[in-house]
């Protein structure tokens, strides 16, 4: 089955830094790649996500990356703020067969400090 | 447009005992998966629903089972709760199969 690995587990920037977090995934079937930001006490919201037939997607301070051939996608957030703090979770699927499932990495906690 | 609701919010069981949580997707969605949360494990998939039918299911017991109603709703049972059965179980529902969007949440405690 799919696994998904992803780096680091905690990240802390200054006020205004750029972040970055890594994720690499194990099936090369999979062509649907999320990012969800979960703050504390709280649900995890779809912040961006990108499919197979793309390398690079943007929305506002926030970008993925898709590298298939490497297996591994990236989240970039620049000009970050502290309310970019939370816990941020990358997945892997491959969307249209019968056993879709989205399979998780760990997680990473993001502190800005102002 | 409301988005996914989960009953209770917190529920604190025993050990041996079975809980029941339930799950009402976003109107219009007939997809339903269940995920448990637990502390330094991330998101880990349980149960896959759509149209009424078990699609998928992740490596968990079988003492983890559902079951989704004819209004796209679903409950997830859990039988003689164990300790490691504490968690945040986490529902999603999708229009499409791929965008999931969470509910809150109900955190189960097993005493």
């Known amino acids: 089955g799919e696994n998904v690995e992803q780096h680091p587990s905690t990240l802390s920037v200054q006020e205004g830094d750029s972040a970055v977090i890594k994720c690499t995934y194990s099936?090369?079937?999979?062509?649907?790649f999320p990012w969800y930001k979960q703050e504390l006490g709280k649900r995890p919201q779809l912040i961006i996500d990108?499919?197979?037939?793309?390398g690079e997607k943007k929305d506002q301070r926030i970008a993925v990356t898709l590298n298939k051939t490497a297996k591994h996608f990236s989240l970039h957030i620049t000009e970050t703020q502290p309310e970019d703090s939370a816990v941020y979770f990358c997945?892997?699927?491959?969307?249209?067969?019968?056993?879709?499932?989205?399979?998780f990495g760990k997680g990473t906690l993001l502190t800005v400090n102002p | 447009e409301a988005g996914v609701t989960q009953s209770p919010t917190h529920l604190i069981k025993t050990r041996g005992q079975q809980a029941t949580l339930r799950c009402s997707p976003i109107s219009g969605h007939t997809s339903v998966y269940w995920y448990q949360q637990a502390l330094g494990l991330g998101l880990q998939f349980l149960l896959w629903?759509?149209?009424?039918?078990?699609?998928n299911r992740g490596n968990f017991p079988p003492r983890f089972s559902g079951r989704q109603f004819p209004n796209y709703s679903s409950e997830l049972n859990v039988n003689a709760l164990e300790l490691e059965d504490s968690a945040l179980y986490l529902c999603?529902?999708?229009?499409?199969?791929?965008?999931?969007?969470f509910g809150p949440g109900t955190r189960l405690t097993v005493l």
């Open positions: 629903y759509d149209e009424g039918e078990e699609r």
């Open positions: 999603a529902s999708s229009p499409s199969g791929d965008e999931q969007f």
């Open positions: 997945a892997a699927s491959r969307v249209g067969g019968s056993n879709y499932k989205l399979t």
């Open positions: 990108i499919r197979s037939n793309v």
């Open positions: 099936d090369s079937a999979s062509n649907y």
